[in-house]
């Protein structure tokens, strides 16, 4: 197809963004795959820990130090919080573009990403750099990026949701409500006993109530839409599917605004956004209805509240966690960065049943 | 154990809340069960449509008709909305003892039950003399009760959750939020392709947004305890697993009212409720650890919202749709109807993994 | 892309298979969707049937007497049995090539084809000429075919895990046990009690015991492979997944053949076939390492049976059953029919997790 | 209930089996449950760990030094293999019974555990005495016995299912097959990424192809019945439910028996069998119909096999894998051994749906 190909290193590929990452990235046409970094499993055939990408990645994991990551054109970290931020700075200066899907470079507050993550930051002027990957916000700083903070999956499904009510001015954003349920593959790989099937499944519950860390980075996309600060409240729930999340979202409309429309506000909002399907009014869009593709499907609903009447908005927002929430995005940025066809190896139809 | 028994009927005994009553009368100590009728299914031991059931009932499936249910002490319907209520005349007169599983007998406006299941009722009377069938607010009418309404499943969660803050009046009435999530038992034996296991599983969607049957219920059993008409947004959604319902809910403290100490006040509602635990601060009870239990466990949690703080409060109730939410609740009202411990046959411990 | 496309045709797009067809057609550079039938819900658009074609699919189903099915270049049968034979001559007769993925057009043998599908078959001469579409078999006639019997799911595992040892004559051919299980989309689209989330789900259970009608299909394509009748014990079982197909089987090494390298046999028998893997000695192939993609892994083992040794070969075999056992073989066949690098459109890599 | 009531001590009460036993003893009428032991847990309350044990236990974990073990009458170990065997020495001379839920006193061959279980053996002389708690075939020598190797999972629906045959010499006792698959908790509560709900749902695979630990204690098992040696392919699979194990076994006829009644073999070899249920001719037993109860449904099938006849017997046996598998089995034995009557807190309708 195209004559150059990027060349492109995965850091920390044994998690589920990393394996979704190469799902996407092994057919890409304008990609050759260069590294794809494991301390720990050094050596082994990525295929042998992913049967799936057997006859599709022939690359084994290599150590971090001697991957040549720096010859790469593009780096994507998938790796846990407060490994890129140490990592970026030498990458950056070999003219390596980094796609970090982890947390490092998404808040712009250090204080506040230090009392989140429990770190001190290793490169705050990268944070300061660094663009936040959400296209439909920030498509043109994208282009020209050396950082790209690609977004968690719950403030993909939450901002996208509440942005054209925010960016509008119609609701009160003092008091916005997201009840968000998340596939049990948003907790990443990791053995830990309240993610083990016997555990997960049949079963639903609440979690991180006292405090989820996506909700400052919510907080900080949704400030900058609406102008000043929101309050939110951040609901996550555990819900047993592997791969999606729902986001349910109430606002309350401004007394004024009660006579907008707003399935059209929010069908202008995405009219051009190849990602972002704003469904027929009444629709309830089912998570596997974006399973395994890099969409996110919203519906807006004005639901009876009283005999009196109504003031509130719900809108539903759905992504696959994994993709729109996490290496499909991150693709989609890659695809800005070096000037390709945003939905270069991002057709995938949503794989139902 | 005790001498005489309890005759029992149950009309329409092929559905979930059918078999999961089965399940529970089937070694009650103090229940003798006479007939299990369904019209369609005449003559089939009911134990060959629930293997479950081998060795624990010996009952074949009668006629209603022919079932001999005025001889009954208790009758429970099992039924279909609209069923009941054309056949609890002449058991009432016959000086049987109703409980209705259905929504015949929860809403006292006869035009509003009509509005929302589109269908002339056949019995106002005894709609006005039913009681509302939930102990924990009407323990003294039920038992008296001739006629009882046994709860919905979300109605009994989400009311369980709400009723300790309008009762002491410390929230705004008026906007309140119900996010809801069910499992799919929750849609009844149905042959329906959205409750398919290949279309329910590994997803998550909302439903009924444009109006659900229990939302006029709710707001009837809270405008009771509120003194006054409540403002309720409900969002049901169903999510992949068998039993089990999950509420958040979501209420704005009064500005006045900030300083209460919500987590005794419902400790203090609950204390003598026997199937109302109030769990610990912090907690995020799992509807599995209520599973097969007649139990509501509750949490309650003021999350940050802003920087400037928080006026919201959120409660998360969970109950099993079958047990608290329909069969369990129903042999409860049984047992206090007919002078028992109130706990007989209720003792299950929740079945975990 | 190519110059000209392939005019291709569906009928009976509801089901299962239907939607999977149109998630591979859809993309497919060399076909042009020109027609989706259904008596049923002509009228209404595929997208609003399956939210997850929106953007990929903009046709509406159409009466199948007024679709045009005529002037395609192939048509694509995915209706219940007894459908495709009806309809075949008329479009056999104006050209059109034919891939059946019902039962119609797969046993050779009319009068046993009568027995198992209790119908009298419309077009016996049709079902001489039809070729059986297991590409790993019959690649060469299947080329010039104008009717394709495309093979049921448990068919295709099971016959790709036992044809190369039936070939090479090392097994005894009277005594086989296929134990199958399948997810549950095998039960296709169709509203009953017992493929119900809350039936289905958090269970596992055997059934057609008494006989499967892809028992005598197996049979067929055992013994042309073995050269002479074989003995089959069939057993099928359902189990809590969406896609997936897992077959293990056992089969008795002739005493004379007791040193032969059973893994090496295997992958000389599909060293050249694409959608066929092979997987190293000790593997246990998970259904989901196919997930969503058209491709067969077949593992080789040799347990411990007794102290005194071993003469059982145990294969494992696993395939998802809507690709590789429906849609993707069928656009596989296709893709062979009309010349077309056998790959195109089936590229897909596994979706894990 | 009676006077005097059995002291019980468990030893590892965080796992599953461990929750298991708690469900079933807590509300058991004749036990006092004394001590719950964990070293890394104690001082934690049970139903802290356990939320579905709030209001059921009190109790809090322990630390087995401390724990008075041996004043208890009964001590269950519900601990990972090659910890009882350290700790029953002192036990059971201190007039102990123990019930071991662990492997280490079910094979009689010391040398044939040490290769399996990788360890020293350090009881070998109680191994000796250990009766094998499968109450089936053991029952009056339960009864005196002081320790009780309370049997495996697989073990007990493997040989449940084969006994009656074995018993009455009419298969070919050289080469029998059991294909087992099992819910995801028979894996124990163990930190492992594949038994993580993202990658144990929605899949299916085998596993322990080359041996796995129970095929031994089958074999033991089958051959005492036999009375000699048999050959047996024992292939475990893993499949996406939670509890339940179903067995499809498989047995070559006897020639001269090929006229035998199978059905009522089974019937009567179960006849008195309080727990053990043998299902109609044509059944095929769902797992979940013994879901959350001590039982063990059979059925017996005859399959078609070719157009000559068939001489393959397939019963199909289903349990909970944490009831009739571990826990209800472990109170059977504990009823037998303090001649109680055996069903006493046993009598749980399987939880349906």
């Not at 995965?10 to 590294?35: D, S």
């Not at 204080?111 to 429990?118: D, M, R, T, V």
Request: with cysteine; net charge neutral; proline share 6%.
């Amino acid at each position: 197809m195209s004559a150059k190909r990027i060349k492109v290193g995965i850091v920390g590929g044994t998690g589920y963004t990393g394996v979704e990452l190469l799902r996407i990235l092994a057919v890409h046409p304008n990609v050759e795959l260069a590294a794809i970094t494991s301390r720990k499993e050094a050596g082994m055939p990525v295929a042998e820990m992913f049967p799936s990408l057997r006859g599709h990645v022939s690359l084994a994991f290599s150590d971090p130090a001697k991957s040549g990551l720096e010859q790469c054109d593009a780096v994507f970290f998938a790796t846990p919080n407060a490994v890129a931020m140490s990592q970026a700075r030498s990458l950056v200066d070999a003219g390596v573009r980094l796609i970090d899907l982890s947390a490092d470079f998404r808040l712009k507050d250090i204080a506040e990403w230090e009392q989140w993550y429990k770190a001190k930051h290793a490169s705050p002027e990268l944070v300061a750099e660094a663009v936040y990957g959400l296209p439909e916000v920030n498509r043109e700083q994208i282009r020209g990026a050396r950082v790209v903070a690609n977004p968690g999956c719950y403030p993909t499904a939450v901002q996208l949701g509440l942005l054209p009510l925010l960016e509008a001015g119609l609701v009160d954003r003092g008091h916005l409500i997201a009840d968000a349920k998340s596939g049990v593959s948003g907790a990443g790989r990791k053995e830990e006993v309240k993610f083990l099937f016997a555990e997960a499944s049949d079963n639903f519950s609440a979690y991180g109530v006292a405090g989820h860390r996506h909700w400052p980075e919510i907080r900080q996309g949704l400030a900058l839409a609406a102008g000043g600060e929101v309050g939110l409240v951040f609901i996550p729930h555990l819900t047993p599917m592997i791969r999606g999340i729902h986001a349910t979202l109430y606002a309350r409309i401004n007394s004024a605004d009660k006579g907008a429309d707003f399935q059209k506000l929010f069908e202008a909002r995405y009219r051009n956004e190849p990602f972002v399907d704003v469904m027929p009014p009444g629709s309830t869009p089912d998570t596997r209805s974006v399973r395994a593709a890099n969409l996110c499907r919203i519906a807006v609903h004005r639901p009876r509240e009283s005999s009196a009447g109504s003031d509130t908005l719900v809108v539903l927002s759905v992504i696959d966690n994994l993709v729109k929430g996490a290496a499909g995005q991150a693709v989609q940025n890659m695809n800005i960065m070096f000037g390709l066809p945003e939905a270069t190896a991002l057709g995938h139809v949503p794989v139902v049943p």
